[in-house]
């Protein structure tokens, strides 16, 4: 009896139907009828809207299903959630879907409206996009089912509340990948230079021909063959390549309700896995006033995983990035030479030379690229009209914000260092443009 009462809801049209036996009873009363056909109507009320309960309690059940998702939800990208239904009901009956969602998603009104046939089987789908790292709470998944007027409906309940953990883009990696491994090098004009003198890694002995280096005869293997014959290198395939990224509370700036913190985290896990698919060996690092995470560069199975979780736990203090800790700390631990992919944001050109000397000194030893995130909220602010003195102000200061962007890129190639201005839409495609050029043109 008590899940009766509380599974009976009266229905989208119960009052439009009360009012209508209202209006008929003032209606006879008005024109003089008799009162028994006040009870007539009444009772006709009375009993079409137990014939509508019986029908929808008449199944135990009524409806029976479940919902189908991922374990892992991959962050920034559109995750698709099935609720699978199968009715009970030997008649045609409307329903509506309400499936509990998680209340960092902010969507309270999420429901779907069908009309579910007898016996039929339904899947509803949708996706849900979310722009944090952590764990979601689904709750239930509650089920409204109608008959005839609708004038009372019966909600049926999944208990099916679920976990689900949000992580860095993994889509991603399987998305850039076909750009990665496709031959779409050499319509980029780019192609491997030769390169002369010694390398890290001895490929072959080989006849001496001229333009060879004649420091590298092998004279062992000249005295055994009769001919000069010299050693060949070519560059070492396993370099170390460190995705390094600024957690500090720059990186907070929400860009499409997300986070730059999480741009750079997503195209550094995609980066990792195309770095570990072209033999090299990922590495990781993050910092924001001292460096508090760091991964080793490799290239075993496992690496991948290892990064993975690290930024999945990744996530901001709200300290100012010190680069100068970064510098000490890369020039004293990493004592190979590598390739480090730096993911910052600089406010102005004042705050960028605060931090230049220290990364000059790590483009001493290393090999830097430095990805800056563009703002983009200043094309519209520099192309916008002006209609009083306040937008011209606005105007042209993001100008000259615009200006000190592009002369902290400049600056930087002054200095020898690879710089990209991006924007957080377009970080993946450009970081990984970034590491196929230096590959192609054989920097590393």
Not at 50 to 76: C, P, Q, W
Not at 182 to 188: D, L
Not at 327 to 338: E, G
Request: proline content about 2%; some cysteine; overall charge positive.
């Amino acid at each position: 009896m008590s899940s009766f009462l509380f599974g009976l809801y009266p229905g989208p049209r119960f009052l439009t139907g009360l009012a209508c036996c209202v209006g008929l009873l003032i209606f006879f009363f008005i024109i003089g009828l008799p009162s028994w056909t006040a009870l007539i109507v009444i009772g006709v009320w009375l009993s079409y809207s137990a014939f509508e309960v019986a029908i929808l309690f008449g199944k135990e059940s009524g409806i029976v299903g479940h919902r189908e998702m991922a374990a892992r939800f991959s962050n920034g990208d559109a995750n698709v959630v099935n609720i699978y239904l199968q009715s009970k009901f030997s008649k045609t009956v409307r329903i509506e879907i309400i499936d509990e969602l998680p209340f960092l998603f902010q969507i309270r009104d999420l429901s779907h409206l069908y009309k579910l046939t007898a016996f039929e089987n339904y899947t509803w789908s949708y996706t849900l996009k979310p722009v944090r790292r952590g764990n979601y709470e689904f709750g239930n998944t509650l089920i409204l089912v109608r008959w005839g007027l609708g004038f009372w409906q019966r909600k049926i309940s999944f208990n099916n509340p679920a976990t689900v953990a949000v992580y860095p883009s993994f889509l991603q990696m399987s998305k850039y990948e076909l750009m990665a491994f496709g031959n779409n090098a050499s319509e980029r004009g780019l192609r491997k230079l030769p390169k002369r003198g010694v390398g890290l890694e001895f490929e072959q002995i080989k006849k001496f021909a001229l333009g060879d280096d004649i420091r590298q005869i092998n004279w062992r293997a000249t005295a055994r063959h009769g001919d000069v014959m010299v050693n060949q290198y070519t560059e070492e395939k396993s370099q170390n390549i460190y995705q390094c990224i600024d957690k500090g509370r720059l990186m907070a700036f929400p860009f499409d309700n997300m986070y730059l913190l999480d741009y750079a985290i997503n195209a550094a896990l995609m980066l990792s896995n195309i770095v570990l698919k072209k033999g090299d060996k990922a590495g990781l690092m993050c910092f924001d006033n001292k460096v508090s995470t760091h991964i080793t560069a490799s290239k075993s199975r496992s690496a991948l995983h290892h990064i993975l979780e690290h930024l999945y736990h990744v996530d901001t203090e709200f300290n100012n990035a010190d680069h100068e800790k970064l510098s000490l700390w890369t020039l004293a631990k990493l004592n190979q030479r590598s390739l480090i992919f730096l993911y910052t944001y600089f406010v102005n050109f004042e705050s960028y030379k605060r931090k230049e000397k220290h990364l000059h000194a790590i483009s001493k030893k290393h090999l830097l690229i430095v990805i800056i995130f563009k703002n983009t909220g200043l094309d519209q602010l520099i192309h916008q009209k002006s209609k009083n003195m306040r937008d011209l102000y606005e105007q042209v200061l993001a100008e000259q914000q615009w200006i000190e962007q592009l002369h902290i890129q400049k600056r930087l190639r002054t200095l020898g260092i690879e710089c990209v201005l991006t924007t957080p839409e377009n970080l993946g495609v450009d970081s990984l443009n970034k590491y196929l050029e230096l590959k192609a043109l054989g920097k590393i």
